[in-house]
């Protein structure tokens, strides 16, 4: 029996190894990804700047379910879903924010947008403070952004504009690439809110008011 088992031990070791090779060779690529910001406006990149405040985006607060290289796919309202072979390019702490700078910095040319904290960087005129609550994609490809954010002055002490705003954008397909794309739209959306805000603040008295 023993020299049996003997003479089977290296068959059957074979076998593993080779099952175990056409698994992992049979496994589908990972695919990474990146958020967008919405594109340059090559008008006013072109044109000379003349800076009317500097805006400091930050910080940016993110949800722990969103603290994983894995994209989340809200498949109910009680459950998500992680894409093993989809994933984000690097972490969205990171990427969030840096598109968020983006998209105001080309959304108000006239203002410099930087990053807050911004390591020797300069003072600044206003600060917008954002905590998202909820950013992904639903099984029928809608993006859905929660966010709720403040606008201080330079004292940073209070307030001058309080809001939140739920954002949605539709994927054009059920693709990865599509739904980190509607992602990137209501990030643009979400600029475009905070641009509006600062239009109230910069023309309204210093006290707290709600963006309707």
């Keep these: 029996m023993n020299r049996i088992r003997r003479l089977l031990l290296p068959v059957v070791a074979t076998v593993l190894c080779t099952s175990l090779l056409a698994a992992c060779s049979s496994s589908p690529p990972t695919n990474f990804y990146t958020l967008a910001s919405g594109g340059t406006d090559t008008t006013a990149a072109s044109s000379p700047r003349q800076t009317a405040n500097v805006v ?82 639903d099984t029928s490809g809608l993006a859905t952004l929660v966010a709720h954010w403040q606008i201080y002055g330079q004292q940073g002490t209070q307030a001058l504009l309080v809001t939140d705003d739920t954002l949605r954008q539709q994927a054009t397909s059920s693709s990865y690439e599509a739904y980190v794309a509607a992602l990137s739209a209501t990030l643009g959306d979400l600029s475009d809110r905070m641009i509006a805000g600062l239009g109230v603040v910069r023309g309204a008295a210093p006290r707290p008011v709600a963006l309707q």
């Design 56 to 137: 400091a985006i930050g910080p940016v607060n993110l949800p722990d379910y969103l603290d994983r290289p894995q994209i989340v796919i809200r498949t109910s309202a009680y459950a998500m879903s992680l894409s093993s072979f989809d994933q984000w390019a690097g972490p969205l702490t990171d990427m969030l924010p840096r598109v968020l700078v983006e998209d105001m910095a080309q959304r108000s040319p006239s203002d410099r947008v930087v990053s807050f904290p911004e390591v020797s960087g300069p003072s600044f005129d206003y600060r917008i403070a954002v905590s998202i609550n909820r950013f992904d994609v």
